[in-house]
Nanobody
C-alpha cells in the first residue's frame, strides 16, 4: 500500500503563486508516475500534470506555462509550482501515484483563488 499526504493549499489572490507538495510512503516501485489532479465543485476530476520516475512530464493544456511539476524520487515527493493563478484554478488538488496496475490518491488539498 501507498500513502500520499498533500500540503500547501490555501487562499491566494488572482495572479498569485502557490506551491503544493506531496509525500509518498509505503511500498513504492522504482518505476512509477506521480501527478496532480484537481476537482472543482460540480466538475469531474481532471489531470493537472504528471511526471514519471524518469522525469518525463505531461501537462493539461490549460496549465502549460503556468504550472511546473517536479519530483524528488529519492524522497518520493512531488511538487507543483502554480503561478499566475486564476479564479478558475479553484479546486481540491489531489496527489496521485500510479505503479503497476494500481493507483493511489491523497485526501486532497483545497486551493482557492479569490480576491
Amino acid at each position: 500500500q501507498v500513502q500520499l499526504v498533500e500540503s500547501g493549499g490555501g487562499l491566494v489572490q488572482p495572479g498569485g503563486s502557490l506551491r503544493l507538495s506531496c509525500a509518498a510512503s509505503g511500498t513504492i516501485f522504482d518505476f512509477n508516475v506521480m501527478g496532480w489532479y484537481r476537482q472543482a465543485p460540480g466538475k469531474q476530476r481532471e489531470l493537472v500534470a504528471r511526471i514519471t520516475s524518469g522525469g518525463s512530464t505531461t501537462y493539461a493544456d490549460s496549465m502549460k506555462g503556468r504550472f511546473t511539476i517536479s519530483r524528488d524520487s529519492a524522497k518520493n515527493t512531488v511538487s507543483l509550482q502554480m503561478n499566475s493563478l486564476k479564479p478558475e484554478d479553484t479546486a481540491v488538488y489531489y496527489c496521485n501515484l500510479h505503479q503497476g496496475a494500481l493507483g493511489f490518491w491523497g485526501k486532497g488539498t483545497l486551493v482557492t483563488v479569490s480576491s
